[in-house]
């Protein structure tokens, strides 16, 4: 099961990679003053680079919250992912029915 997982990530996530140029969509926790200003110098840096940053902070010690949230996005893809493939053995299975 786990490698189906991972196949199915694989499957979601390469598209995306392989079209993301110099985007970043940054799931992170760092949202107290210190580590908040950490970031904002990654931030700065990847601008200078003619990065586009994408921020998304999930307040909550330790990752938690943001683990979750990151879990749910995952699912949330391969639900996507999921249909879009059914969507396809369908035309095909309907394809070589004819």
């Known amino acids: 099961m786990r ?3 991972i196949a199915i ?3 979601v996530l390469a598209p995306t990679l392989s079209y993301a140029g110099s985007k970043a969509e940054v ?3 760092w ?3 210190g580590e908040a200003k950490a970031l904002q110098v990654l931030k700065d ?3 200078a680079k003619g990065g586009e940053w994408s921020d ?3 307040a909550g010690g330790g990752g938690d919250a943001a683990m979750q949230t990151l879990k749910a996005r ?3 893809m391969m639900l996507q992912l999921l249909h879009k493939l059914k969507v396809q053995l369908s035309k095909l299975m309907t394809e070589k029915a004819l």
Do not use: E, N, Q
């Open 27 to 29: 799931l992170h926790w």
């Open 74 to 76: 995952i699912v949330a």
């Open 56 to 58: 998304m902070p999930v």
């Open 31 to 33: 949202t107290s003053g």
């Open 3 to 5: 490698k189906i997982i």
């Open 9 to 11: 990530m694989a499957m």
């Open 45 to 47: 840096d990847f601008a």
